[in-house]
């Protein structure tokens, strides 16, 4: 299992690019405050959505990507704005990372969209080659979103084969419950689809880089 850490920041989602929820709920969490550092919640919610997010999940898919597993991890983690619609720059913030200068635990991703929104991640759970999570808190989103929060959790694994598979875990809670179908709904639809699509983006770029 992964080593956990419950320091977080406020975050935010988008209602309008609800037809990429699936993927967007995963990657990125945006803050209110014109801010890149962090702020604490609670750490009893964090524990227990970590653990529902590996046990119970609200959602969960695997895909099965053609590149080897390295590859793949560190695409996922390091190169969002290559396989997320609309994204034009990435970077990081390793300043309370439990690996010094590196990604690890605490560590802070921003990627900034087009129109240059910023949208901040920050890591709850990092082991290199194995997996990661982080959570996504509504509270203090600027725009509007059918979510209080959200935790996902990444697990890889390869197959003997050299391809890789993820596995992709979600637990999140509306806003709303007369959204939650809805919500429900959408988070179904476009998470597969999402994903799918980021895997043909990793398989192309692991083809050109070889």
Wanted: no cysteine.
């Amino acid at each position: 299992m992964f080593v956990n850490d419950f320091s977080m920041k406020n975050s935010l989602l988008p209602f309008k690019i609800f037809q990429n929820l699936g993927l967007i709920l995963l990657l990125v969490f945006q803050l209110k405050l014109n801010t890149f550092y962090a702020q604490e919640i609670n750490p009893g919610l964090i524990e227990q959505e970590l653990t529902r997010a590996q046990v119970d999940p609200d959602q969960s898919i695997e895909i099965l990507v053609n590149a080897p597993l390295s590859y793949v991890f560190d695409f996922l983690s390091l190169r969002l704005n290559e396989y997320v619609e609309g994204a034009r720059a990435i970077e990081f913030n390793h300043s309370n990372s439990e690996a010094s200068g590196k990604l690890g635990v605490g560590s802070i991703r921003k990627l900034t969209m087009k129109n240059d929104a910023y949208l901040i991640q920050r890591f709850l759970q990092f082991q290199r080659h194995v997996g990661y999570a982080y959570f996504t808190d509504m509270d203090e989103s600027t725009l509007e979103a059918p979510l209080n929060y959200s935790l996902s959790r990444y697990e890889f694994s390869e197959t003997k084969e050299g391809q890789t598979t993820v596995r992709i875990s979600v637990v999140y809670q509306s806003s709303s419950r007369l959204l939650a179908y809805f919500v429900r709904r959408a988070f179904s639809s476009s998470l597969r689809r999402d994903f799918e699509r980021a895997a043909e983006t990793i398989e192309f770029n692991y083809r050109n880089d070889s």
